[in-house]
């Protein structure tokens, strides 16, 4: 896997180095929540720029991981919150992802680089590009491998909506060439980029590239949408199994993120080289 050296595009503002290493982890349901506190065991509560974050410091690492919401909108309000507050070491974006590749539902996919689309229904175009950091794509990798976890690498892409049918998932890859889909990471690395915070990408497969969702989620993301997606459940009953299957899924790739996370926390600072030397 070659990964593309980070392109420089915007104002980036130096920091000088923290005494303590602070990493943003964001995620952006319940679920991947508790897959990260069963990982890190955050053992605190803390408030930044209004929002509520757990807390842990682990080999001289704090940890602060914070919950956004689904969607390009949330992630981008919660990250400009969090990260005004004070220095930065590194804003990582976790959770779980759609695979756009030949993959196994609990395989990693690690991001060198992140894009957006817009996906009217009819027409879809890419928009912007935000490297990610060549340094902490080397130690996920270096990770992933260790904890025995398979591993894809390269372009992550970030939609407005959830892109639940097969045919949309293989337009979207045709015209991205993206390794994995979710809903927050290109919101978190743009905002990350304009203040030089450096970006990591890393989620664990949760729904595959040929397979249809069992239903269109988006009906539970809209205010009144909630009746909607009830009554398209009611009137489609083989949608129940697909929800079953789903959350086998979820599952799966739940405890793989903590099984990540485990080995990552675990890690002493510094990049493995390609020689096997931590740098």
């Given amino acids: 896997m070659t990964i593309a050296p980070a392109q ?33 065991s955050l053992d605190e509560t803390t408030i930044l720029g209004s929002i509520r974050c757990g807390k842990t410091e682990r080999n001289g690492r704090l ?10 909108g949330r992630a981008s309000q919660v990250a400009r919150s969090v990260l005004s507050e004070g220095v930065w070491t590194l ?9 756009l590749t030949t993959a196994g539902i609990g395989d990693l996919i690690i991001g060198s680089e992140v894009v957006s689309v817009v996906h009217d229904g009819q027409r879809i175009r890419r928009e912007g590009l935000t490297p990610c950091s060549q340094d902490q794509c080397l130690r996920l990798l270096s990770v992933g491998r260790e904890a025995g976890i398979p591993v ?8 407005p909506r959830i892109i639940w049918r097969a045919d949309e998932k293989r337009a979207i890859r045709d015209l991205t060439g993206a390794v994995g889909l979710d809903m ?15 970006v990591a990408i890393v989620r664990t497969v949760s729904d595959l590239l040929n397979e249809d969702l069992p239903l269109d989620f988006n009906l539970f993301l809209r205010p009144t949408g909630w009746l909607n997606g009830l009554w398209a459940l ?42 096997g030397e931590f740098q």
């Avoid at 940890?63 to 390009?72: A, D, H, I, R, W």
């Avoid at 804003?91 to 695979?99: D, E, K, R, V």
């Avoid at 894809?152 to 939609?159: A, E, L, P």
């Fill in 91 to 99: 804003a990582l974006s976790t959770g779980f992802a759609c695979a």
């Fill in 234 to 275: 009611i009137g489609h009953p083989s949608s129940f199994a697909g929800l079953n299957r789903l959350r086998r899924q979820s599952r799966v790739a739940a405890d793989r993120l903590t099984d990540f996370f485990k080995g990552y926390a675990a890690m002493p600072n510094g990049v493995r080289s390609a020689a």
């Fill in 152 to 159: 894809k690498s390269g372009t992550i892409v970030s939609t």
């Fill in 8 to 40: 420089s595009t915007g104002c980036v503002r130096a920091h000088s180095t923290p005494a303590v290493t602070r990493i943003a982890v964001f995620v952006a349901t319940r679920w991947e929540f508790r897959a990260l506190h069963s990982a890190l």
């Fill in 184 to 198: 927050e990471s290109a919101a978190l690395a743009a905002v990350a980029h304009e203040s030089g915070i450096p």
């Fill in 63 to 72: 940890y602060y991981v914070v919950q956004t919401g689904v969607g390009l």
